[in-house]
């Protein structure tokens, strides 16, 4: 019978070894990475399943276990077995300094409230999402700034706190020795303005402000952190001879001595004053520029704080309430066709307009005629709308019948008809046409539809291709409309008083744009055929094609047997040169480049490699870094024999690994063994 049990009971011991690792490696992800695998929700769900088999099999016990320590940001934690980078001090916290137990009903928040003294009053509090951080003073001066860590220490990173312009770095009046604990947040503002640089340097997206504001935090450069923005919100003082007895009026005391302390908190005494508090916040707390998730609730007075005492990691006299996943129901007005470059129609829904994340959201990308067929998507639809990662608007699910929206059947407007994908370009009517094996319909009319010749052009003058100053896409648009503009060649024809007549431009904006088209011209060979646009060529493929074909001329002539002789370049990248090339507008545009005097061929130094240090070794780069660009390390690799890989594979060498690695790309090289390259070693490697 014993033998019987202890089968019953195994799958449930390897599931607390099962969750134990999962969870460890989120809070890695989350707390290290800033690159999260799991939602807050899944993560919480996952550790009370772990408490409860923990507290039914109590000799599994384990110290180590998620269940017993708070996650950690510490920079040692990113070694995962390498020596760390020299970096920041590591500080013990005076005060163990640990998190919250997360909540998502307002039945929990009952419960909770039922085992704390009857005459309790609760301080309810906006739930910042952003970087915990314990700011220290001593006699009036800020002496350091201690990350949250483990709990039990943290790293100082008091030169970077000290860019924030709301933190004091001095105070009169104050005790002796002090902390105020809060939370450092990047505004949204910011944190938009930050990952449109990252996606022009192509460099991974912050998938939401708290992660940006803990990598910006971490960074070593202070500069680079003032330059991003962060800011700050207190909410808890500790320390000896304390100004009065109670959470809420020390936080108020804190505010007059010029401490960042946020007006959105209330006293309450009852649950229904809780659930007013909850219902206001979770609906204006889309008009903030901060990212908020929830709501703290704190037993207001500090001697009943402290005889509840706390659990292994949380305190038992406060608790968070985590707001419900953002996702709001609307109108699918219409369904219109964008036209990119290479001629690919993509559908995107106009939207009744709605606040998702703090900004307003009136479109969204349908991605394709089989992805708006799997949700069976008709104008008229009422439809939920949620952004993916918190930044780019996507629909996830139609309401098929609401109060608002009748049922289909019943609809005798144009609303609700099946949806049918247009056959001809919405710009210049050429029939589509959709290539076997691709989800895309295209426009063949590559010399006559607008859409693709401004996007042409667009490319063309992109900071990666010919960076051309001064003719951004607005200006690029205005030039199409006068007529000044067809195709790539006529920018090298714009004259200075053409150009200054228009409205918003005249004589300066006219020098800086042709000052910027005469810099073209020394553009080396590899960019150029970059910046023509044949499709599918890209600005790696376009390095190893020009490495080989040295000359446009023998590009020009060369067989798709040939072309396949490179690495990357297959049937269809082939098949696309010698396309273009067979095009008689393409070998005019061509030839008027040249006479222009643009490059068309690579220098001797172009055409040398440097060594063989990475001769046949593919490389995968991930992160960001501090000695070079991304682009920097790609062109090392090159010049040095090696060969660069988008994806991880059994295949792959080695992973150049930065900072903020993609998890997706650690995971996955984890699970086949591909070993990770610091910078450090990297550079060592081609010395």
Not at 525 to 550: N, P, Q, Y
Not at 576 to 601: H, K, P, S, W
Request: include cysteine; aromatic fraction near 8%; charge should be negative.
């Amino acid at each position: 019978m014993g033998d019987l049990f202890s089968q019953i009971e195994q799958p449930e011991r390897e599931e607390i070894l099962a969750l134990r690792k999962e969870l460890e490696d989120a809070n890695y992800r989350y707390y290290v990475l800033n690159m999260p695998t799991l939602s807050d929700r899944e993560f919480d769900e996952k550790m009370r399943r772990l408490q409860d088999l923990e507290a039914q099999y109590p000799d599994m016990f384990d110290k180590n276990s998620p269940t017993q320590h708070v996650g950690s940001d510490l920079a040692e934690s990113k070694a995962k077995g390498r020596k760390p980078k020299a970096g920041f001090e590591q500080v013990a916290h005076r005060y163990p300094m640990l998190s919250l137990a997360n909540s998502y009903s307002l039945d929990e928040i009952q419960d909770w409230l039922r085992k704390l003294p009857a005459d309790a009053e609760i301080v309810c509090e906006l739930k910042y999402d952003g970087l915990s951080i314990s700011l220290w003073y001593e006699n009036g001066n800020l002496v350091k700034a201690v990350t949250r860590g483990d709990g039990q220490k943290g790293d100082n990173v008091i030169d970077n706190i000290k860019t924030i312009a709301t933190v004091p770095w001095h105070v009169d009046g104050v005790p002796a020795h002090f902390e105020m604990r809060g939370e450092v947040l990047l505004p949204w503002e910011s944190f938009e303005r930050l990952n449109r640089e990252r996606e022009e340097q192509e460099e991974p997206l912050f998938a939401n402000p708290r992660n940006a504001a803990s990598g910006t935090l971490k960074l070593l450069d202070p500069k680079e952190v003032k330059r991003r923005g962060l800011t700050c919100y207190l909410y808890y003082m500790l320390g000896e001879d304390l100004p009065a007895d109670n959470h809420f009026d020390r936080l108020q005391t804190a505010k007059q001595w010029g401490f960042p302390v946020s007006d959105a908190m209330k006293v309450c005494r009852s649950l229904d004053e809780v659930n007013a508090f909850i219902s206001y916040w979770d609906k204006e707390r889309k008009n903030l520029p901060v990212a908020t998730d929830g709501i703290v609730l704190k037993v207001n007075n500090l001697q009943q704080q402290q005889s509840l005492g706390y659990t292994a990691k949380t305190p038992r006299w406060a608790i968070a309430y985590k707001f419900p996943a953002e996702r709001q129901l609307t109108k699918l007005r219409q369904i219109t066709y964008q036209v990119g470059r290479t001629g690919v129609v993509t559908p995107v829904a106009n939207l009744d307009p709605i606040q998702l994340s703090g900004t307003m959201v009136q479109r969204a990308t349908l991605h394709n005629e089989d992805f708006i067929r799997s949700l069976d998507l008709r104008e008229g639809d009422m439809v939920w709308v949620e952004k993916g990662g918190e930044i780019i608007p996507k629909i996830v699910s139609v309401e098929h019948q609401t109060a608002s929206s009748p049922s289909r059947d019943a609809t005798e407007t144009q609303e609700g008809q099946a949806f049918v994908f247009p056959t001809n370009c919405p710009e210049c009517g050429t029939p589509l046409v959709r290539v076997e094996g691709e989800a895309a319909w295209r426009c063949p009319n590559e010399s006559g539809c607008a859409p693709q010749q401004i996007g042409k052009i667009v490319h063309f003058v992109s900071r990666k291709a010919m960076n051309i100053d001064g003719l951004g896409e607005e200006t690029i648009e205005l030039f199409f409309r006068e007529g000044m503009l067809r195709n790539i060649a006529d920018i090298y024809d714009l004259h200075k008083e053409d150009i200054a007549r228009l409205e918003r431009l005249g004589d300066k904006s006219a020098d800086n744009i042709l000052a910027g088209i005469t810099a073209s011209k020394q553009v080396p060979w590899a960019r150029v055929l970059f910046a023509l646009g044949i499709r599918m060529v890209g600005e790696t493929t376009a390095k190893k094609i020009a490495r080989r074909f040295t000359s446009i001329d023998t590009l020009q002539w060369a067989t798709k047997e040939e072309l396949t002789t490179i690495d990357d370049v297959g049937d269809q990248i082939a098949d696309n040169i010698t396309a273009y090339f067979l095009d008689m507008r393409n070998l005019e545009i061509v030839n008027r480049l040249r006479q222009a005097g643009v490059t068309m061929e690579a220098t001797e130094t172009e055409q040398e490699v440097v060594s063989d240090a990475l001769a046949g070794k593919s490389i995968v780069i991930s992160g960001t870094f501090a000695h070079h660009s991304r682009d920097e390390y790609k062109d090392l690799i090159e010049a040095h024999g090696g060969k660069n890989v988008g994806s991880v594979s059994k295949k792959t060498s080695f992973i150049l690994a930065g900072e903020n690695m993609g998890p997706e790309k650690r995971k996955k090289a984890e699970s086949i063994g591909v070993p990770l390259v610091t910078e450090e070693e990297f550079l060592a490697m081609l010395q």
